[in-house]
């Protein structure tokens, strides 16, 4: 027997041995009905909030699947949850059936053994419209291989803000070292949040994917004897970019909307953002005037691929299927991928759909400040998530107050 057979083997033996074979689509529509998920994610965004709203419209009227928002300000919370349940030996009944995760929650949770069966994602009826040819981040997530222990949701790519009227284009960075560079003749225009926040820390893995010396070494856990002399070249860098950036860098934006606040007011020329959407979102909803425009580096931006996951002791498996489905679908990830009503990037392959399905995303209007996918250039894979836990302590040590 090949690898790949014995790999879908065990994960189909698995399924079954936990009362349910995603393989047998029809027997988990059935088993569906009348279950009520309690989907944790996030809930910091009316946007977002609204979209989750919307499925769970669909999925009471289509399936006679309740979906329930448990809004969370940290995916962590849920996570936790899981951890506690397990030590009590509380391995069926939990109280989360769906979670929004990836990164190194997802990592936690794969490595303490807290997932749905391996490979029941691949098994769902619309993965067959997913690109995971073309986008590795579905199925290495912060080089943590997936192996269909999570279903893709959307993508996120770091894409960079800036005003026309304040700014002329032909004189924007082209890379890291070309932000520092214009920084250093534009003092007190540019930032980011303090880490751990999330953007400001995708920023420093950003300038770290540039600078350093071996990318592939930040593909491997983080080793003690290796880390100094690995994060020396983005330590450089700041040391660098503190000296021109607002305020000194004395104190730094709180998180992505401070950040946005500070571009509307004039005190930031450049800011950045995970999604490709935000500045046409803020501009539809006067945060932003409608001159501000966006642009990428041209050899490539830290990018990734969020998902949602299955607790290996959810209550309500199936109906959790049917929403990791539903959520694959092209209608869904059409309305997902529209900045009016989220504007988080799809997970599918046009290649893939017919024609009355490309259709739909060919009717979006991505929005004035949106680039569209193909002048996003490329996307970086994350790194293993512990270097970014020993950075932030080191960044902390560095740069905060009173250390």
Excluded: C
Excluded at 68 to 81: E, G, I, R, S
């Amino acid at each position: 027997m090949t690898l790949a057979a014995t790999f879908l083997a065990v994960s189909a033996f698995a399924a079954q041995a936990d009362g349910i074979d995603p393989g047998d689509w029809p027997a988990v529509i059935d088993e569906a009905r009348g279950q009520t998920v309690y989907f944790n994610a996030w809930g910091g965004s009316e946007n977002v909030s609204a979209y989750i709203e919307w499925a769970a419209e669909e999925l009471e009227r289509r399936f006679d699947v309740e979906l329930k928002h448990v809004k969370l300000d940290d995916t962590a919370n849920a996570v936790a949850t899981v951890v506690a349940e397990k030590a009590a030996g509380r391995d069926e009944g939990g109280a989360v059936d769906l979670v929004w995760i990836n990164g190194e929650n997802f990592a936690a949770m794969k490595r303490r053994d807290l997932l749905f069966s391996p490979g029941w994602a691949e098994d769902l009826p619309n993965w067959r419209y997913v690109d995971h040819e073309n986008k590795p981040s579905i199925l290495t997530d912060f080089t943590i291989p997936v192996e269909g222990l999570a279903s893709p949701w959307g993508m996120a790519q770091l894409v960079f803000f800036y005003d026309t009227a304040r700014i002329d284009p032909s004189t924007l960075p082209q890379d890291a070292e070309g932000l520092l560079a214009w920084a250093e003749a534009n003092p007190g225009r540019f930032s980011y949040p303090q880490p751990p926040d999330f953007i400001g820390s995708s920023f420093l893995k950003q300038v770290l994917l540039e600078k350093v010396e071996d990318p592939s070494v930040l593909q491997k856990p983080v080793k003690d004897a290796q880390f100094d002399e690995v994060v020396e070249p983005l330590f450089d860098y700041l040391d660098a970019l503190h000296q021109v950036a607002w305020r000194s860098a004395r104190v730094f934006p709180q998180n992505y909307p401070d950040m946005k606040q500070l571009l509307a007011d004039g005190e930031l020329d450049i800011i950045f953002a995970f999604n490709p959407a935000e500045a046409s979102n803020a501009i539809a909803n006067s945060e932003l005037p409608d001159t501000v425009r966006s642009f990428t580096f041209p050899d490539g931006t830290l990018a990734n691929t969020h998902f949602v996951a299955i607790p290996y002791n959810a209550s309500a498996k199936a109906g959790a299927l049917v929403a990791a489905n539903f959520f694959l679908s092209p209608e869904a990830q059409a309305r997902k991928q529209d900045p009016d009503l989220w504007g988080d990037p799809t997970v599918l392959s046009m290649d893939k759909l017919d024609e009355d399905m490309r259709a739909r995303f060919d009717a979006i209007d991505l929005g004035v400040a949106t680039l569209p996918p193909e002048e996003l250039g490329p996307a970086l894979g994350e790194p293993h998530p512990s270097w970014m836990e020993r950075i932030e302590e080191e960044w902390k040590r560095r740069y905060t107050a009173g250390n």
